[in-house]
């Protein structure tokens, strides 16, 4: 086995990105530590030292699989996604680079990219997108035509709500989130009796439909993401190695039959001729 081998073998062993998940969990610990004040003045420098310990290993990991894989390391979207992450951490901390140091808590999302799960999810929710962006405009168009509405039908009775556009899109937003919608629902039927039916009914249009579209898209795209990974069926597709290793079946057992043709053929012309009796 070549060194290429050997390398490529240990970063796709279960222990090297088991070690590296225990490493992105200890760097976000040390991390959100950080932000103490007390912490960082009893154990400042040990904090500091425990995370540059953990970027040099995230460096090393990268080099290791670069070196693995080569360049179809670049090929692979995470691949990248993990590269830039730790590119930015590598950016010093001071001058016009000083405002990216917050930016190092973005090495905490490498678990997205380590833990399979999490990176099927992920996944699922970028097919999801074209959806979602549908959606997303069902719901700015409903939110505009109500905010609208709104700031004619309200803008005498909770100016403070409802005064002008932008401050009914806000009330609304506000609204939609489930956020004290109640309040301001009562302050406006202080005067206006019937406003009920226009929050019921908007409520019932962005929150009880809109948003649950969100959530029905995001669901069938990972159920499909899921069938896809499974062949449809629940049959889960077998592992590179055993691949591998079926296809090396494969080749000698043609190479045996091959060879019992040969050695046929080589008997048959060995065998004396038939005489002709007549």
């Known amino acids: 086995m070549s060194t290429r081998d050997r390398l490529s073998s240990a970063v796709n062993a279960p222990w090297f990105q088991t070690t590296i998940t225990v490493l992105i969990l200890v760097n976000a610990l040390v991390l959100g530590l950080e932000t103490s004040p007390r912490l960082m003045a009893d154990y400042g420098r040990l904090l500091h030292l425990v995370d540059m310990a953990v970027l040099a290993a995230f460096v090393l990991e990268l080099s290791l699989r670069i070196a693995a894989h080569r360049w179809t390391f670049f090929s ?31 090495r905490v999302l490498r ?20 959806g979602m962006v549908s959606i997303l405009f069902l719901l700015a168009l409903l939110l505009y035509v109500a905010a609208v509405m709104a700031t004619n039908l309200f803008r005498v009775t909770a100016p403070q709500y409802f005064g002008d556009l932008p401050s009914s899109l806000f009330t609304l937003f ?29 409520i019932l249009a962005s929150s009880f439909v809109a948003l649950n579209l969100f959530i029905a898209v995001a669901v069938e795209a990972l159920e499909h993401d899921a ?6 069926e629940g049959q889960q597709e077998p592992p590179q190695q055993d691949r591998d290793l079926l296809l090396e ?21 060995s065998e004396p001729p038939v005489a002709d009796p007549c």
């Open 76 to 106: 692979d979207p995470w691949n990248w996604f993990d590269l830039v992450v730790v590119l930015i951490a590598l950016l010093p901390d001071w001058g016009p680079f000083g405002v990216l140091r917050v930016l190092r808590v973005l």
């Open 111 to 130: 678990l997205l990219s380590v833990i399979p799960t999490l990176r099927h999810v992920v996944t699922g929710l970028f097919k999801a997108m074209p």
């Open 174 to 202: 506000q609204i939609m989130t489930g956020d004290s919608w109640g309040k301001v629902a009562r302050e406006v039927m202080t005067d206006q009796p019937a406003a009920w039916v226009f929050f019921v009914g908007y």
């Open 227 to 232: 069938n896809t990974r499974t062949g449809g």
């Open 249 to 269: 079946e494969l080749r000698a057992l043609r190479a045996e039959v091959a060879a019992m043709r040969s050695e046929r053929a080589a008997d048959r012309r």
